[in-house]
């Protein structure tokens, strides 16, 4: 946790954006930028008791999160903050402010933990921030456990394994950030290489929706429909209450190994990752040019030249992963188990080097390091990875996590990239597109730019229309409404 907070004030010690072209200052100056006054006066007086904090400094940290990962988004949401944060007690009182931010036409930007990229947190019109952390209620149920949705993921899963149950799968800042945040913001992480991306069939049960009107509803979805609110960065909703399934919980080991050559790193982890006798949580694969920004963390483990595969395993398998590497040419160079780094906040768990851990490590020691998201398809990783890895060497270090796809071994590409221009970025992604590898681009801040499949589903859209019919959640976020 202590790493991640830190983080918060990180940006400030930045170099000024890096090399920016005159691309990235075209965009971020075309941003059109509707602020206006707003009644603020007028609406404390409408939420009555509902806590709010206006002193400037903690505004401006609240109306931020990891845009900075992104020079490109840098750029264009560098200075944008809210007016004032509310932190609503319990729903009715999140219903008081959506009434009056629709009564008052005032934005309203939902915000977790604030641990997400491309500036979803980001207010980009001012107005108020919705801060969820005094939700926090958790209760079992029948198929899972329902939270508020600012209940950290850390205290659902202490809450859980006394049952010996966890979730099926959290964010690599599964220590800070929130259930409803990653919800409606992430994608998926650590045990999706068994139980694939958090929009797979089952892994998000329910979720309670307060409207933006003048007289706010509750919806409750269910099943698939929660894909209406997944990754829409807050505009379709404010979730109050999400619902997701349990797995059983294990020991689990962290495992580094080592290999001379990257064509073995990535064998094992294909291998591993198809192996389904083998009860596995996390499986990320690094060409040496990414590993070595782990060093700082990860000390001797990580050898010089090589490539390396971090693995969490249950521990009555660790010994058959083991020899599974071994068969690979691997080495093991490290072995801890994750309770206790994860129990002990002067310690790393290996999660914490994986998914977007993997960037930030690399940030703290090159500032201009950014990153590309790319999946690499079902029967054609190793392949792909090996063409794109010699095509593109240290200019693209190889970042893979392996993942569940439609129920097929794939990749999460989390590839490192050393901040040049838009243009050599659009040349990345056209290379990377034509071989077959698909990419969802990182560097906007819309919800549809950065889609893999460059649209956002028209259910979401006419869900967005029914819960939000002014405009005013996250504005300029989801741009097919025209509202950016
Ligand atoms: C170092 C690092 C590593 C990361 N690793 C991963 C990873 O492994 N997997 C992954 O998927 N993501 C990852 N992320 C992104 C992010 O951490 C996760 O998506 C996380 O779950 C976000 O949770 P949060 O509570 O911080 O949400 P926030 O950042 O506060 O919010 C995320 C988005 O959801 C909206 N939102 C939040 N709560 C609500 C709500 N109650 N109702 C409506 N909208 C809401 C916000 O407006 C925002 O648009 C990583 C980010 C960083 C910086």
Redesign the pocket.
């Known amino acids: 946790v202590s790493a991640?907070e830190a983080d918060a004030s990180f940006l400030d010690s930045l170099p000024a954006l890096v090399a920016p072209t005159r691309a990235v200052h075209h965009r971020a100056l075309s941003l059109p930028f509707r602020r206006e006054s707003y009644d603020l006066a007028g609406f404390r007086r409408l939420i009555g008791s509902v806590p709010v904090l206006d002193d400037p400094v903690t505004v401006r940290r609240r109306s931020r999160?990891?845009y900075w990962?992104s020079p490109i988004v840098r750029a264009s949401l560098d200075g944008r903050h809210a007016d004032l944060v509310v932190e609503p007690r319990d729903e009715a009182e999140v219903m008081a402010v959506a009434s009056a931010c629709a009564r008052l036409s005032i934005p309203l930007?939902?915000?977790?933990?604030?641990?997400?990229?491309y500036g979803?947190?980001v207010p980009l019109h001012g107005g108020v921030v919705l801060d969820?952390g005094r939700l926090t209620r958790i209760a079992r149920t029948a198929q899972g456990v329902r939270t508020g949705?600012?209940a950290r993921?850390a205290a659902v899963e202490d809450a859980t394994r006394a049952e010996m149950l966890e979730l099926r799968m959290h964010?690599?800042?599964r220590r800070?950030?929130?259930l409803?945040?990653?919800?409606?913001?992430?994608?998926?992480?650590?045990g999706s290489v068994t139980w694939g991306g958090?929009r797979e069939p089952g892994n998000m049960l329910g979720a309670r929706v307060v409207t933006l009107e003048e007289t706010p509803q509750a919806i409750d979805l269910t099943g698939a429909d929660t894909g209406l609110?997944n990754r829409t960065?807050?505009t379709t909703?404010?979730?109050?209450e999400v619902e997701v399934p349990l797995a059983p919980a294990h020991a689990w080991q962290d495992r580094v190994i080592a290999f001379v050559r990257l064509v073995d790193a990535l064998d094992f982890s294909l291998a591993l990752a198809e192996d389904t006798t083998i009860t596995k949580k996390l499986i990320s694969t690094h060409a040496f040019e990414s590993a070595r920004y782990l060093s700082a963390v990860l000390g001797s483990a990580i050898r010089p030249g090589s490539a390396h595969v971090l693995v969490m395993v249950a521990e009555s398998d660790a010994g058959a992963a083991e020899a599974l590497a071994a068969r690979h040419h691997g080495t093991v160079t490290l072995r801890a188990v994750t309770a206790d780094a994860e129990a002990d906040p002067a310690r790393t768990p290996l999660y914490e080097c994986?998914?977007?851990?993997t960037?930030?490590h690399a940030i703290r020691q090159q500032p201009d390091i950014s990153y590309l998201q790319a999946l690499f398809p079902p029967g054609r990783v190793v392949d792909l990875a090996l063409s794109m890895a010699e095509r593109f060497g240290a200019e693209l270090p190889l970042h893979l996590e392996f993942i569940r796809y439609e129920g097929k071994v794939a990749a999460n590409g989390a590839q490192l990239w050393p901040f040049t221009s838009v243009e050599r970025l659009t040349e990345i992604i056209a290379i990377h597109e034509e071989a077959g590898v698909f990419i969802a681009n990182p560097h906007v801040f819309t919800v549809e730019e950065g889609s893999r499949h460059k649209r956002v589903p028209g259910d979401q859209i006419g869900f967005k229309r029914r819960v939000d019919p002014h405009g005013l959640l996250?504005p300029g976020?989801m741009g097919a409404m025209g509202d950016g």
Not at 109 to 117: C, E, K, L, S
């Open positions: 991640l999160d990891y990962f930007t939902v915000r977790g933990a604030g641990t997400g990229t979803q947190a969820t949705a600012g993921i964010p690599s800042t800070l950030a929130t409803g945040g990653y919800f409606c913001g992430g994608s998926g992480g650590i958090l609110v960065f807050g909703g404010i979730v109050t994986s998914w977007g851990h960037t930030l996250n976020k």
